[in-house]
């Protein structure tokens, strides 16, 4: 289902260059970089055939580092008549909604003066990787190649680039050029020969692999490409980790830990590559640099590792493993078995493994009023057939969660003591750091979600101010069981006051009796020494 974001930033995480934020996310007024609104946007992207647009807020940290740089570059670029924008979202929300910024910055590529069809911007942070990124963008998507010598010559020395060829397929000529533009960040388009055929060239490969495939649409062709240019077994770094998670294709990943090994090891991936090419990608990925990598797909730190991430669920599986203790005491170097990779990968895909899920133990008893779910549990109890499920996702150090505590436990007091709520509705929490949520998509801290009663639910995110209120409205509009807290909360919180008011009187009575006890022991006193 949705992707969750904290595993897709992990390898990204681990590489992160971090830079000195500078002042201001907004480019200087004398600057080359266009502030675009959403007043002026469509007709600005309809009048240039290649824009870079940066969708920002000021707020925001990466968006200040990245304006100096950004900055360089538009004023490079000014005099190729490739103009960079910039577009505050936090003043033009619905244009950033409608072009579904995810996260500042957003950086896309607008070109043909087509405002709804923007690529994501593949290329550096710094002025120099933006220029030469932005550069490529306005060259031609396709290179011509008339001469047979020529051709072989980018053939033999073709070692980092995927090559797709047409030989003058008939009627594809504008296909073609479409797909190019689509994909021309990751493969070299070229026109050659006059066979008919589509073909792709791996790198260092001199066989290709021809298209046997009937329909020559661009959806078809930009797929197939997508697919067939993964190289055999490549390396997951800090360059391909992007275009593997956006493959939609789960990554088979061996970690290991030198160039020996990982040799040792190759024919043998690329073996089941061929044979599984579209089902599984295969990669290496060097421990020594990203061995912590591994904590990301549920697996310990033991080397070499192959472990399996279906993407597409964030669901990860990993051959077993030994025990800490075990593996500390290995006398020779641990080795996988190519059986036992073979035949994990043919399980994987009749779905016959279990995927390795994180997970807090199953607390013996709840201690809370909120209900404390584990990764074990959540699918089971966000599932409930009868009850509507409240669950807020959060991280032990996020600050806007602990604000949330107090009113969340009131509220989860006042839903599981009421006679009326207590067996249609559950309040939940789960610490989405500590265990595995696949089935949510969690792009900050906290989330919430109402899991609606009923066994095939999708869960719908609470967007609003978090208070009770609002909770129990969302809960009674989203619910299966239409629960309608709102009414009797009021009651419940005028009782509440009610009650506590008496507990002071109470109190009060108390300590003047008390006082009155006091004074009669001490004037008892006063007697007594007289
Ligand atoms: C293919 O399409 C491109 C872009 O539209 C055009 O420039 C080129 O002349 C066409 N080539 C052929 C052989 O028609």
């Not at 059986?339 to 895909?349: C, G, P, R, Y």
């Amino acid at each position: 289902m949705l992707f969750k974001n904290t595993v897709r930033f992990g390898l990204a995480a681990l590489m992160a260059v971090s830079g000195s934020a500078q002042e201001e996310a907004i480019a200087p007024e004398d600057s080359a970089v266009v502030k675009l609104t959403s007043d002026t946007f469509h007709d600005f992207i309809k009048e240039h055939p290649l824009v870079l647009a940066e969708f920002f807020a000021p707020w925001c940290g990466h968006c200040k580092t990245l304006a100096p740089e950004y900055v360089k570059a538009a004023d490079e670029l000014e005099s190729k008549d490739i103009p960079l924008v910039q577009i505050d979202c936090t003043v033009n929300q619905e244009l950033c909604q409608a072009q579904g910024i995810p996260g500042y910055p957003s950086l896309k590529v607008f070109k043909n003066g087509n405002a709804d069809a923007a690529g994501e911007y593949q290329g550096g942070r710094d002025a120099k990787a933006i220029v030469s990124y932005m550069l490529k963008q306005s060259e031609p998507a396709v290179q011509v190649i008339e001469d047979e010598k020529a051709f072989k010559e980018i053939l033999a020395k073709n070692l980092d680039s995927t090559l797709v060829v047409d030989g003058s397929v008939p009627d594809f000529n504008e296909t073609f050029y479409e797909v190019a533009d689509l994909l021309r960040d990751e493969n070299t388009f070229i026109q050659h020969g006059k066979d008919g055929k589509l073909a792709i060239y791996l790198p260092g490969e001199s066989e290709p692999i021809v298209y046997d495939g009937e329909d020559f649409d661009a959806e078809t062709i930009s797929k197939w490409v997508a697919v067939q240019a993964f190289p055999y077994f490549g390396d997951v770094n800090g360059d391909t980790y992007q275009s593997y998670m956006s493959s939609k294709i789960p990554l088979a990943y061996f970690f290991y830990t030198s160039p020996e090994e990982r040799e040792e090891y190759e024919s043998h991936f690329v073996d089941l590559a061929k044979k599984y090419r579209g089902k599984v990608n295969f990669a290496g990925l060097d421990a020594s640099k990203f061995g912590r990598h591994a904590e990301n797909l549920n697996q310990k730190q033991q080397f070499p590792l192959f472990a399996i991430h279906d993407t597409i669920k964030d669901l990860k599986y990993g051959l077993p493993q030994l025990a800490e203790e075990e593996f500390a005491s290995l006398e020779e170097p641990l080795a996988l078995a190519a059986k036992d990779i073979t035949e994990f990968v043919e399980n994987f895909l009749e779905g016959k493994v279990d995927p390795i899920v994180k997970s807090e133990d199953i607390p013996e008893v709840q201690e809370e009023h909120v209900f404390k779910l584990v990764g074990k549990n959540h699918e089971a109890i966000v599932r409930d057939s009868e009850k509507d499920v409240l669950v807020e996702y959060y991280a032990p150090w996020c600050g806007h969660c602990k604000r949330l505590a107090p009113i969340y436990e009131s509220m989860a007091e006042f839903v599981h003591g009421s006679e009326e709520l207590k067996d249609k509705v559950l309040i939940a929490k789960i610490d989405a750091t500590a265990n595995d949520v696949p089935s949510v998509e969690i792009q900050g801290f906290p989330v919430l979600y109402l899991w609606p009663a009923g066994e095939k639910s999708e869960p719908i995110q609470f967007e609003g101010p978090r208070t009770a209120e609002a909770f129990l409205a969302f809960i009674k509009k989203s619910g299966t069981n239409g629960a309608d807290g709102v009414a009797i909360y009021e009651e419940y919180l005028v009782e509440l006051e009610k009650k506590r008011q008496e507990e002071e009187e109470q109190k009060a009575k108390q300590a003047e009796e008390d006082a009155a006890i006091a004074e009669e022991e001490d004037a008892q006193l006063a007697q007594d020494e007289l």
